[in-house]
């Protein structure tokens, strides 16, 4: 299994999940990607997982891709 | 491949989406690869594609329709509108004028008479769900919109906007799409304790994906979820949006 199989099949085995998006740019991402629809993560790799990235965490705030207009401007917050 | 219901539409997905922010403008210009890209993905099983109409302003929407002329009717098809579409002040947001202006531009680009899934790209906090829900139910009745969906909408914004449907005999949304991957585990807010569906994830399988990739490893992945698959003991989303009885007040204030 590979690091880009591990991640895709991370969000694909949630079971809340209906389906992953990825993002290829190369024809080379792709074909690297498709396996990653039929990979089931083992609890043993879910839980390094959270050892590694906690569950409800985000190492770093950049990576979301979303920041609360509210939050932006401080006039509306004054 | 697998397949699930997006929603309980009973409309089946493949648990892949292919996103396609990364076809067109800067990050891939040759449209060919592009659409060679998109094949390999369909004869891989994919068959739910996501674009949007700000992806390379318009330009991914345009190679997705080419490389879907001839397989349209096999592809669950998804866009969003929302986005800054110029300089034009009132070319982007979530209002009426808007919608029934980018629907149609989205339409063209695509090459096809209608929008699988139609879905709202951010919150718009200066619009009124009602009035956007309105507008989408009417592109859904005139038959150019199938199913509505929103992306980014915090657990709170969710339960709106169910609320605001039901309250309106408009048409729900049936899907959220949001950023989530092994980078980013944090539900928006307190989506998580709302326990609706939750995790989608789309926009973010650029963050996330970028920083694999530059790490030599190509990209991680994006979600799609869509409501309406409860976990167990979950209530489903559904059922925490109770309709209200003859004379109850509304109880949500709009802030």
Redesign the interface.
Same mark, same amino acid.
């Given at each position: 299994m =590979?690091? /880009?199989e $591990? %991640?895709?099949a991370? /969000? /694909?085995n949630? +079971? %809340?999940?209906?389906? #992953?998006?990825?993002? +290829?740019? =190369? $024809?080379?991402?792709?074909?690297?990607?498709?396996p #990653?629809? @039929?990979i089931t993560l083992s609890p043993e790799v879910l839980d390094r997982?959270d050892q590694i /990235? %906690? +569950?409800? =965490? =985000?190492?770093?705030p950049? @990576?979301? %891709?979303?920041v609360n +207009?509210?939050l932006t401007a401080a006039s509306l917050r004054r | 491949m697998q397949y699930r219901s997006l929603g309980d539409t009973g409309v089946h997905v493949s648990n892949l989406c292919l996103g396609t922010m990364m076809f067109g403008g800067v990050n891939n210009a040759d449209h060919d690869d592009c659409a060679a890209i998109i094949h390999t993905a369909l004869d891989a099983g994919i068959n739910f594609v996501d674009t949007a109409d700000v992806y390379s302003a318009g330009e991914s929407e345009e190679i997705v329709g080419k490389a879907l002329q001839g397989r349209r009717d096999d592809v669950v098809l998804a866009t969003k509108f929302q986005g800054n579409m110029g300089d034009e002040r009132n070319h982007r947001g979530a209002s009426r004028r808007w919608i029934v202006a980018e629907v149609e531009n989205s339409l063209r680009r695509l090459g096809t008479d209608h929008i699988d899934l139609y879905q709202l790209h951010r919150p718009n906090p200066g619009t009124n769900i009602e009035e956007t829900l309105a507008a989408l139910t009417d592109l859904v009745r005139q038959g150019k919109v199938l199913y509505l969906g929103h992306s980014a909408f915090q657990a709170s914004q969710i339960v709106e906007a169910q609320w605001a449907a039901r309250d309106r005999m408009l048409v729900r949304p049936v899907s959220e799409q949001l950023s989530y991957s092994l980078l980013v585990r944090t539900p928006r807010d307190r989506r998580a304790a709302h326990r609706t569906a939750a995790p989608h994830e789309r926009d973010l399988l650029l963050a996330a994906g970028r920083r694999l990739a530059e790490r030599e490893v190509a990209q991680g992945g994006g979600g799609a979820s869509a409501l309406g698959r409860p976990q167990a003991g979950q209530r489903h989303l559904r059922d925490a949006v109770r309709p209200r009885r003859p004379g109850q007040r509304r109880q949500v204030r709009r802030g």
């Open positions: =590979t690091l /880009v $591990m %991640a895709i991370f /969000v /694909v949630h +079971p %809340a999940v209906t389906s #992953a998006i990825i993002g +290829p740019r =190369t $024809m080379h991402q792709i074909t690297t990607q498709l #990653a629809a @039929d997982i /990235v %906690a +569950p409800g =965490t =985000t190492p770093n950049f @990576d979301s %891709a979303y +207009p509210a | -």
